[in-house]
């Protein structure tokens, strides 16, 4: 089977060939854990859970190394951390273990590695160095930074020339700057900000030299394929390259570049000002992961998607009515039709119809490939009803048909059953599941 997987920078679908079938290399930019993830943030993290699933399935399960980091030195870390009087570490860490659980919910598997900026500040320092060195990089006013102009193709993945962007650069130039479009891999810290020793004195570094230094490391100097959300590629992705290519000779960071499209929600930018603000923990209080997961995987990764509760509801009816068809759980491995829609850049709505048409035993294959599980959504399901009560509402009907008050006893089975939860009799004793 080829893969075909379009590329933001040559803007076209490409049949995909790894640098290494023995290792394919993906790296995606992680999330900056000031705050809980929003769900606009889950979709790369879900988009690219697919596009790992796929690769290991093509290429075996030990042959993919997903590199995702966690930005965990940042400004907006820092004014955080101060406005609720906690330790920077106290904010990333417990923030960084929401985000883990949070994605795990969404139904996507760990990364093979997922670094932490703090602890690769050498690595960034001596990526820096060798920027300086090769004549890339300047120091100023206890600054490092990037000198765009000793790249004669900055701008080759945005598609935009320095001229343009200069001239469109409404951002007053902060004075030690060569050019207008420069941009800083390390600044310096006050007593109060998190910093490191450095020749350049004791400072932080810029946001994007962090994913240089971590997938250089992790990935070597070029691998597969780099993803992250569209609002990424211009000026993050692009300074990656910038950096990346400086300090390596000039071999290319990644073979493919790929962007997943934003999200609205109810037809608006999500803002919390605007009220229509959802992290991805609220929403799980209220909607199994799964299908929170599938209704994302219902548009395709690179079109703007409309998340609305109507569309929620309509995921968690289409699921339910899989899974009911699906049991037992089996998983005969995916159908021809529905692997060739993923592996044609990842038509996950295309696969989707694929499985409407597929077999049982094809339905059930696809949905564990996409990570899928109806046990999952029974515990879900089952997390969201009140333990206590039912255990109380099974003991008053074991008294009551102990007292033989057998009208009683049915009002409670059939109460519960109207609340969706089924008992069952038997020689343990009563048990509850979820209504299917
Ligand atoms: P951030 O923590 O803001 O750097 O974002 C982490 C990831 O989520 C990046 O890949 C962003 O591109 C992506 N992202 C942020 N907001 C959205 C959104 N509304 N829709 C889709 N992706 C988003
Ligand atoms: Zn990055």
């Not at 602890?119 to 001596?126: R, Y």
């Not at 000779?249 to 929600?265: E, I, R």
């Not at 049915?410 to 020689?427: E, F, H, S, T």
């Amino acid at each position: 089977m080829t893969i075909r997987l379009y590329n933001t920078l040559t803007k076209t679908k490409e049949d995909f060939a790894p640098l290494d079938a023995r290792n394919v290399r993906l790296y995606v930019c992680g999330p900056t854990v000031y705050d809980f993830a929003h769900i606009g943030n889950a979709r790369p993290a879900i988009v690219f859970d697919v596009l790992f699933r796929l690769l290991r399935h093509q290429f075996g399960d030990a042959h993919v190394t997903y590199v995702r980091n966690v930005t965990d030195v940042d400004d907006k870390i820092n004014a955080r951390a101060a406005e609720r009087g906690v330790s920077i570490r106290e904010l990333t860490e417990e923030t960084a273990r929401i985000y883990n659980e949070d994605v795990a919910a969404l139904g996507c598997i760990a990364p093979t590695v997922a670094p932490r900026a703090t602890e690769h500040i050498a690595e960034m320092i001596a990526m820096i160095q060798i920027l300086i060195a090769s004549g890339h990089a300047y120091e100023a006013d206890g600054h490092v930074l990037f000198d765009v102009s000793s790249k004669d193709d900055y701008g080759k993945l945005a598609r935009r020339s320095l001229d343009d962007m200069i001239a469109g650069a409404r951002v007053e130039v902060a004075p030690y700057k060569k050019g207008a479009m420069d941009f800083v891999l390390w600044k310096p810290s006050d007593a109060a900000t998190p910093g490191w020793d450095s020749p350049w004195g004791r400072g932080r570094p810029g946001w994007h030299i962090e994913c240089s230094a971590m997938a250089g490391k992790y990935l070597g100097e070029s691998f597969d394929i780099h993803g992250g959300g569209i609002d990424l590629m211009f000026p993050h992705h692009e300074n990656e390259i910038a950096q990346s290519e400086g300090a390596h000779h000039g071999h290319p960071l990644a073979k493919v570049w790929m962007h997943n499209g934003f999200l609205q929600v109810e037809g608006e930018k999500m803002s919390k000002s605007a009220g229509n603000f959802f992290t991805i923990r609220e929403l799980l209080a209220d909607w199994p992961g799964e299908v929170l997961r599938f209704n994302m995987l219902r548009t395709h990764y690179r079109q703007p998607i409309d998340f609305t509760f109507a569309g929620l509801r309509e995921s968690w009816k289409m699921l339910e009515r899989w899974y009911e068809v699906t049991e037992p759980l089996s998983d005969p491995g995916p159908g021809a039709e529905f692997l060739a829609a993923l592996a044609d850049d990842l038509n996950t709505p295309a696969a989707i119809a694929a499985l409407h048409q597929a077999s049982e035993m094809e339905l059930a294959g696809g949905l564990g490939f996409l990570g899928f599980s109806n046990v999952q959504m029974k515990i879900s399901a089952k997390a969201k009803v009140d333990e206590v009560a039912i255990a109380e509402a099974i003991a008053a009907r074991n008294a009551a048909r102990k007292a033989k008050n057998f009208a009683e006893s049915d009002r409670i089975r059939d109460d519960l059953l109207a609340q969706g939860i089924v008992l069952k009799d038997g020689p343990q004793g009563t048990t509850w599941e979820v209504r299917k």
